[in-house]
């Protein structure tokens, strides 16, 4: 397992690294150490990791988008992607939240409630 400040590191590297891979039209590169990094992470993780799995989430989504000729993520275009993960990345770095908009419209597991059982959101109420 990664501890916060390694996997954090890793993130950055890989994001900064993708959006260089996709802006020089080498988008089969997007995604690589994406599987390697998901299983390093810890799934019992402190609320510092919460920004790790969103920018998991976006990464995710982005491999996603380039598998399905850049569909399904209504408001992020092809040429977007490099640029929100800059900013994931910068954000990461800098050890600040993940602010912005688009990004945690699509990609902030916390606001995804409707996906959750009764169960599930009654615990997630009772433990925050």
């Not at 810890?42 to 510092?48: F, G, I, K, L």
């Not at 399905?68 to 770095?93: E, F, M, T, V």
């Amino acid at each position: 397992m990664l501890d916060y400040v390694e996997a954090k590191q890793l993130f950055v590297d890989c994001l900064t690294r993708d959006a260089t891979a996709h802006e020089t039209g080498r988008f089969a590169d997007v995604g690589d150490g994406f599987d390697n990094l998901d299983g390093q992470l810890p799934r019992n993780h402190d609320a510092e990791f919460d920004k790790l799995f969103i920018a998991l989430n976006f990464w995710d989504g982005w491999i996603d988008a380039r598998n399905h000729d850049w569909r399904y993520y209504k408001g992020i275009g092809q040429a977007d992607w490099p640029r929100l993960a800059r900013s994931i990345a910068s954000n990461l770095s800098q050890d600040r939240e993940i602010t912005d908009p688009l990004v945690l419209a699509h990609f902030d597991f916390r606001n995804r409630v409707e996906s959750k059982g009764p169960i599930a959101r009654l615990l997630d109420r009772i433990l925050r």
